[in-house]
């Protein structure tokens, strides 16, 4: 079984940049693909950016197109979201998410990880 923990995550003026991490633990990534997933107050947890467990493949949601980079360190056993131009409504909880896999398909959907993270908080101010 995998832990995984968020971090990086704070305040930040709009057009600011952020750089979250995800550090696992209990097992290596380097045979899970990992996600990203944000949750709003009162909405429901969407995929922001996802990646293959070999690196090979990404997806990014519409909204973050351009603006966020995910990417994977397996010999840091870390996946990181690069956040650039933010915009107040990135603000919301970001979370990782992991399902052991050597697929090419992107995983999107939130009911296909099974391990996630505690989440770590994303406040962008106007």
Same mark, same amino acid.
């Given at each position: 079984?995998?832990?995984?923990?968020? &971090? #990086? %995550? %704070?305040?930040?003026?709009? #057009?600011?940049?952020?750089?979250?991490?995800?550090?696992?633990? #209990?097992?290596?990534?380097? &045979?899970?693909?990992? %996600?990203?997933?944000?949750?709003?107050? #009162?909405? !429901?947890?969407?995929?922001?950016?996802?990646?293959?467990? =070999? $690196? $090979?493949?990404t /997806? /990014?949601a519409?909204?973050?197109? %351009?603006?966020?980079?995910? &990417?994977?360190?397996?010999?840091?056993?870390?996946? /990181?979201?690069?956040?650039? =131009?933010?915009?107040?409504?990135?603000?919301?909880?970001? /979370?990782c998410?992991?399902?052991?896999?050597?697929? !090419?398909?992107?995983?999107?959907?939130?009911? !296909?990880?099974?391990?996630? $993270?505690? $989440?770590?908080?994303?406040?962008?101010?106007?």
């Open positions: 079984q995998v832990q995984l923990v968020e &971090s #990086g %995550g %704070g305040l930040v003026q709009a #057009g600011g940049s952020l750089r979250l991490s995800c550090a696992a633990s #209990g097992r290596t990534l380097s &045979s899970y693909a990992t %996600g990203w997933f944000r949750q709003a107050p #009162g909405k !429901e947890r969407d995929v922001v950016a996802t990646i293959t467990w =070999s $690196g $090979g493949r /997806y /990014y519409d909204r973050v197109k %351009g603006r966020f980079t995910i &990417s994977r360190d397996n010999a840091k056993n870390t996946v /990181y979201l690069r956040m650039n =131009s933010l915009k107040p409504e990135d603000t919301a909880v970001y /979370y998410a992991a399902r052991r896999t050597q697929s !090419e398909v992107v995983l999107i959907s939130v009911w !296909e990880y099974d391990y996630w $993270g505690q $989440g770590t908080q994303v406040t962008v101010s106007s």
